[in-house]
């Protein structure tokens, strides 16, 4: 696994909107016949961006700085869980990531373009910026996107599919919809929900549906400008464009000049080699947006451990594992999560624990001096339905040179729900067919597609 298979091309599909696209801003309740748009079958694919990019910080900085991101997430769901049942809420509880690692660059708007910086999130569905009539707004690096300046805004109907999509939605007197929509952590954003032209790298794509917000509940969202859903709703971007198949590849966080890639459509001009793996996906009607997969089991180092009872999903819509993009880290379901660290303990002999409970990470050793007497950590591998998923030592151990400790990247989750984070799935190809209901894998060097 650590050696790199040949690098996967993409082509690049530009997109020139029809001008019969573009509406007037008299924004009236007749544009709503214009529904999802459709691309044609070869797909396009954008950047992705760390949340450090650009930014002088040495390699110990970064890695600290996604600990701390990673602290702060943590401890709100800890928050969040402890005052609600998350089977009561009807409203989406999908533990977007607003510490996520990982932006997703566009431009919107006509005929001035405004470039958004937003967060990539494979857990919910919906797309949302702030807008210019927000009340309470917070910090983005980008301009707010003024949508009273855009010749293509235009507001979305209450009666409008995607309005009904919503899990809580009001029309106003007008007779627009406005949305509300809230996430695991108690974070929420509200407002107008409309359509506008989005520019996804050199792809246009006309007529999307998305939350204007005007005021947001929260932290965390800071300096992106609001999130855009991949979840498998109606209100996510696959879904609105109609798409089966999409894929992301994100970098390692060691390096923030190092930039990912979302594909949008179809996969088939990416070579694909014998590397790749392949698991079904798994429906949970309970939480249809989410990408559960079955965990069959985890190996540390020779040992297998079996746990899919542990973290099946059951019939009431509890437990299972899901994909998720935007978590910094793998959570897993507290027993499963119990063997995992028992075996790690047992193999790791000639690694001395560290107690000191300086980082939010359950499992810590002190920081051997010699790099070989690194490599002496277990190695690592999940074991889905169907394929086997071998983690490389930087995808699962932390390492803080400046206080002599290396952390285990997975944590106990706080419910029976465990989710699959973004630092495990570095430097993976992930490429998720909706018709076929899979999720394959194969290692890629993401920042040379």
Not at 303 to 319: E, F, P
Not at 380 to 409: S, T
Request: proline content about 5%; overall charge negative; aromatic content about 10%.
């Amino acid at each position: 696994m650590e050696s790199s298979p040949p690098l996967y091309s993409v082509l690049l599909l530009v997109l020139v909107a029809s001008p019969a696209l573009f509406v007037s801003p008299a924004r009236s309740t007749s544009q709503q016949t214009l529904e999802h748009p459709k691309l044609n079958k070869t797909g396009f694919w954008v950047k992705l961006k760390q949340v450090d990019s650009g930014k002088n910080f040495f390699q110990l900085e970064r890695i600290q700085n996604g600990i701390k991101r990673g602290q702060h997430r943590l401890q709100k769901i800890a928050n969040g869980l402890a005052h609600h049942d998350l089977r009561a809420i009807s409203s989406p509880v999908s533990p977007v990531n607003h510490i996520s690692e990982f932006f997703l660059e566009f431009s919107i708007g006509t005929p001035l373009k405004t470039d958004q910086l937003v967060l990539l999130d494979t857990a919910s569905d919906l797309i949302w910026i702030q807008c210019k009539s927000c009340i309470n707004c917070f910090k983005q690096n980008n301009p707010i996107f003024d949508q009273s300046e855009s010749l293509s805004f235009f507001n979305l109907s209450s009666s409008s599919e995607l309005c009904k999509a919503l899990p809580r939605s009001t029309p106003t007197i007008d007779g627009w919809c406005e949305y509300y929509y809230k996430y695991r952590d108690d974070s929420s954003t509200s407002g107008i929900m409309g359509r506008e032209n989005f520019t996804l790298g050199d792809v246009i794509v006309p007529n999307l549906g998305f939350g204007c917000g005007e005021d947001y509940e929260g932290d965390g969202f800071s300096p992106g400008a609001g999130v855009v859903g991949l979840g498998r709703g109606l209100l996510s971007l696959v879904s609105q464009l109609k798409e089966t198949k999409f894929a992301y590849c994100l970098p390692s966080i060691e390096d923030p000049k190092n930039s990912g890639r979302l594909l949008i459509g179809s996969p088939e001009r990416i070579s694909i080699d014998k590397l790749m793996k392949t698991t079904p996906l798994i429906r949970n009607w309970f939480e249809p947006s989410r990408y559960y997969v079955s965990l069959e089991g985890i190996s540390v180092g020779g040992t297998k451990l079996h746990m899919k009872k542990s973290t099946a999903l059951k019939d009431d819509g509890t437990g299972g594992l899901y994909i998720d993009s935007g978590a910094p880290i793998t959570h897993l379901e507290k027993s499963a999560y119990d063997l995992v660290r028992e075996e790690f303990i047992n193999q790791a002999v000639k690694l001395s624990e560290d107690k000191s409970g300086l980082y939010v990470f359950d499992l810590c050793f002190n920081l051997p001096k010699e790099r070989s007497d690194r490599d002496k950590v277990p190695k690592l591998i999940f074991h889905f339905d169907g394929a086997d998923w071998e983690l490389p030592r930087k995808n699962y151990m932390i390492e803080d040179e400046n206080n002599g400790v290396m952390c285990l990247g997975i944590v106990p989750s706080r419910d029976d729900v465990s989710m699959f984070g973004a630092l495990q799935q570095q430097n993976m190809l992930v490429i998720s067919d909706l018709e076929k209901d899979t999720l394959s894998f194969v290692p890629t060097e993401c920042d040379q597609l």
